[in-house]
């Protein structure tokens, strides 16, 4: 649907819905808690994008971030020290 001389598009509203709940959260903490992310939006926002649209990217964002961890596998965990020493200290 349109109004004026903005297009809109429907956008598909099918996938995985739990994880589309996370990343929105996710996105609406940063944007109420992180710089960048306040700066990004309102970056997107003076690009004339509404606060729905800027959301929507910095959603897309995360979710970049989110696939790129998934893809570099588990970190392996620091070994404690095995000393007994380290024990008591």
Not at 9 to 21: D, K, P
């Amino acid at each position: 649907m349109s109004s004026g001389r903005t297009d809109r598009y429907r956008l598909n509203r099918g996938g995985n819905r739990r994880l589309n709940r996370a990343l929105y959260f996710a996105a609406l903490t940063q944007a109420s808690h992180d710089p960048r992310a306040r700066a990004y939006l309102a970056r997107k926002q003076a690009e004339g994008k509404t606060r729905r649209e800027a959301l929507r990217c910095l959603k897309r964002r995360l979710s970049d971030v989110v696939y790129k961890a998934l893809l570099a596998g588990p970190k392996p965990l620091p070994q404690p020290d095995e000393s007994p020493d380290a024990a008591t200290a």
